[in-house]
């Protein structure tokens, strides 16, 4: 379910998805306050020795029983066979249009109701919300006791996690999903075209991608850049935007910012290469014929057939790539590169989602024991089970990174920083108002790419549009909230 997430949806989506994911301790930091805080909060217990042969039963929260039987439980079991891991389904907690707050609502009573003892935050958004309401146990302590290997980690991932809580570390993460440019050096060298390199500029990305002919029809059509999914021109715009820090509303959240430089300036850049022919449309994108199998699937994606230059893809790309072969598909000659980079932030990237991660609820009553478990599915043996099976997510573990492939220079995922980008102002934003932008935005980019309209006229038409669309949800969210009967003011309350 959750690998998943990473390979379907728009960009927009995935900004809100970064909205959505249990003791609290101390150490030492400089500053007065940073002190003062931690000298009121709980200290971090010396953790007892973890007796395997005791009787333990773990509650773990996960999208349902099935799926964490398949993914860890089965593994679990064979480890620690006097653990009891009862799944509590998480599955009710995901509805269709619902807003942020309702989704934060929904877990908090979730937690309060399931008590689970394992907790995986959805996010750094949500990680951050139950670390300052004390619902997530500090690992640091554990982690120094234990001597547990955290240098072997992925540096990037292990900063990201401590980014908003203080710089401490409440959660771990075996596993990450990324992105990163792959390229076909066959196709690089046949059209005598230098290959890409770690670090380039969007700019830089979509020249590439504009030397490589257009004229092609049918399955001679080379693409400078393909996808794995047809991807609308708007999808592409929001990348690159996002990518150079754009933010869809001012802070306050009460005003849309698609008249900005930064909006217009990606719009322009990525249009201008889809004017050029030099990027996959979606009417291009072929149609998967027959039933739905392996083989039809790998057959519409432009890269694995040999008909796409570059391909901005997560690291599931290189299992298509594996099993193209026994459906008698060419194999591709390709290499990969870090995603595109701002340059006023070259070591960064949005790409990066920590997944899942791995906490322990402050109400647990076996502490050791959840330790062990959050230590194990984050430890060199796992590591090595895991990467044999574990197709579409990257290791944590950073000596296991020429583990997943040995023939190729997949350390291009690792290399950029996740650089977050704090949407956290969002969360106010009814969720109406972003189901009303997506088309807007869709409208307006395709009216460029059709010729009906610069990029000028349509950031201001879709800035009026989407201000309209912001104040109308804003005013029924206002209105819905006065006519809700305050907590003070229920039947239950007036009982008290």
């Known amino acids: 379910m959750v690998g998943s997430w990473s390979r379907k949806g728009t960009l927009l989506l995935l900004a809100l998805s970064m909205l959505l994911t249990a003791c609290s301790g101390g150490g030492g930091d400089k500053g007065a306050a940073e002190k003062d805080l931690l000298e009121a909060a709980p200290k971090v217990q010396t953790l007892k020795e973890f007796d395997p042969n005791e009787k333990v039963t773990l509650k773990v929260m996960y999208y349902d029983e099935r799926g964490f039987m398949s993914q860890y439980g089965n593994t679990l079991a064979v480890k620690f066979p006097n653990i009891d891991f009862k799944v509590v389904s998480m599955q009710s907690l995901y509805k269709p249009n619902q807003s942020y707050g309702d989704y934060m609502a929904a877990f908090d009573k979730f937690l309060e109701e399931q008590k689970p003892d394992i907790i995986m935050p959805n996010g750094i958004e949500q990680l951050e919300k139950w670390v300052d309401e004390g619902k997530l146990y500090p690992l640091d302590g554990a982690i120094k006791q234990d001597k547990f290997d955290?240098?072997?980690?992925?540096?990037?991932?292990?900063?990201?996690?401590?980014?908003?809580?203080?710089?401490?570390?409440?959660?771990?993460?075996?596993?990450?999903?990324?992105?990163?440019?792959?390229?076909?050096k066959d196709l690089f060298d046949k059209h005598g075209v230098s290959y890409p390199k770690d670090k380039m500029t969007w700019e830089e990305v979509f020249a590439l991608a504009k030397k490589f002919p257009s004229d092609g029809q049918g399955d001679a059509r080379i693409f400078g850049l393909g996808f794995s999914y047809p991807r609308p021109a708007s999808n592409m715009v929001q990348q690159v935007a996002s990518a150079k820090g754009f933010k869809m509303l001012e802070p306050d959240g009460k005003k849309v910012t698609f008249d900005s430089k930064e909006f217009k300036d990606a719009m322009s850049l990525v249009l201008d290469a889809y004017q050029a022919k030099a990027i996959q449309t979606p009417e291009e994108s072929k149609k998967q014929e027959g039933p739905m199998t392996m083989e039809a699937m790998l057959k519409t994606r432009s890269f694995v057939t040999g008909n796409a230059a570059m391909s901005l893809d997560g690291y599931n790309l290189i299992s298509d790539l594996n099993n193209a072969e026994q459906f008698n598909i060419k194999k591709v000659n390709w290499d990969v590169v870090t995603l595109p980079v701002d340059p006023a932030n070259p070591d960064g990237t949005s790409g990066i989602y920590p997944n899942p991660i791995l906490g322990i609820s402050s109400d647990c009553e076996n502490i050791r024991a959840a330790w062990e478990i959050v230590k194990y599915l984050n430890s060199d043996e796992y590591t090595k089970i895991a990467t044999k099976s574990q197709m579409y997510q990257l290791p944590t573990r950073t000596s296991y990174v020429k583990e997943k492939d040995t023939t190729h220079n997949i350390e291009a995922f690792y290399k950029l920083k996740p650089s977050f980008i704090d949407n956290s102002y969002l969360k106010q934003v009814p969720q109406p108002f972003f189901a009303a932008v997506e088309p807007l935005l869709s409208q307006e980019v395709k009216a460029v790419t059709d010729g009906s309209k610069n990029v000028e006229e349509a950031a201001k038409v879709l800035?009026?549009?989407?201000?309209?669309?912001?104040?109308?949800?804003?005013?029924?969210?206002?209105?819905?909230?006065?006519?809700?009967p305050s907590p003070s003011?229920?039947?239950?309350?007036?009982?008290?």
């Open 150 to 184: 955290i240098e072997n980690m992925n540096p990037n991932v292990i900063e990201f996690l401590k980014s908003r809580t203080k710089g401490k570390l409440y959660g771990l993460a075996p596993s990450f999903s990324a992105q990163a440019l792959f390229y076909n």
């Open 489 to 496: 003011s229920s039947p239950e309350s007036a009982k008290k």
């Open 463 to 484: 800035q009026e549009k989407a201000q309209e669309a912001l104040t109308k949800a804003l005013a029924e969210a206002a209105a819905a909230a006065s006519a809700s």
